[in-house]
């Protein structure tokens, strides 16, 4: 009964090739999220969509991109992976306050991507 | 623009003693702060946050942290560590027009026996 899964969870991949990660949120959020986190552990946004629509979209190579076919799921895609895009992918959902102000985020459990 | 500073990228305490993980947040507005911690091999889960309601915000697993607008700060208390609180733990600022946070570098705390 997860509420924000991600599969897989662990990608081990060569250098230039393409690869997605998917996401699925049970909780009726309607905001998803794509953070990155390198090996000292900084987390760093990258994408956001509302209702399906790009609202948060960050310096991030041209290389990755992400596709929400519905509120519940946000899919992000690479292409030409190289090695420093070896890090950890965590997808997240929220849902604005009833009175209009940030909710908490929900994490899920993280994609590992490493590009040998 | 908003930021986050937290103090100490690693925190050490005796298992019993207090804990004090110290956050320093930049809004041009009032912020929502956030405290989120992550233990190994795991995502992020929400220990506490702060919408205006109150200064004093009470959390999960016995943490608390107390806005002060003045010092900017949103540091993270806990009265009596446990081996189980050992984790890397995230500050986070947010404005309420924006789904945008900011998340801090983190601070791992480990808890000696």
């Known amino acids: 009964d997860t509420a924000v899964s991600q599969t897989p969870k662990y990608l081990v991949t060569q250098m230039g090739n393409d690869k997605s990660i998917k996401c699925e949120q049970n909780l009726g959020h309607d905001t998803m999220y794509w953070y990155k986190q390198d090996s000292k552990k900084f987390l760093k946004i990258m994408f956001s969509y509302n209702n399906k629509e790009l609202i948060i979209n960050e310096t991030v190579p041209n290389r990755f991109s992400p596709k929400s076919p519905d509120k519940a799921h946000l899919n992000l895609h690479i292409n030409s992976l190289e090695l420093g895009d070896s890090a950890v992918y965590f997808c997240?959902?929220?849902?604005?306050?009833?009175?209009?102000?940030?909710?908490?985020?929900?994490f899920g459990p993280g994609t590992r991507l490493t590009v040998l | 623009a908003q930021s986050v500073t937290q103090l100490g990228s690693h925190v050490s305490v005796s298992e019993g003693a207090l804990v004090l993980l110290r956050c320093n947040y930049s809004?041009?507005?009032?912020?929502?702060l956030f405290w989120y911690v992550q233990y190994p091999n795991q995502g992020l889960q929400l220990l506490l946050k702060y919408t205006s309601a109150a200064t004093l915000v009470k959390g999960i697993n016995g943490f608390e942290a107390e806005f002060k607008k003045s010092e900017t700060s949103f540091h993270l208390t806990k009265p009596s560590a446990h081996m189980s609180d050992a984790a890397e733990y995230f500050c986070a600022v947010g404005k309420g027009s924006n789904y945008k946070l900011t998340f801090g570098k983190g601070t791992l705390l480990t808890v000696n026996p």
């Open positions: 809004s041009s507005v009032p912020p929502y």
């Open positions: 997240a959902s929220s849902q604005k306050t009833s009175s209009g102000g940030i909710g908490e985020q929900f």
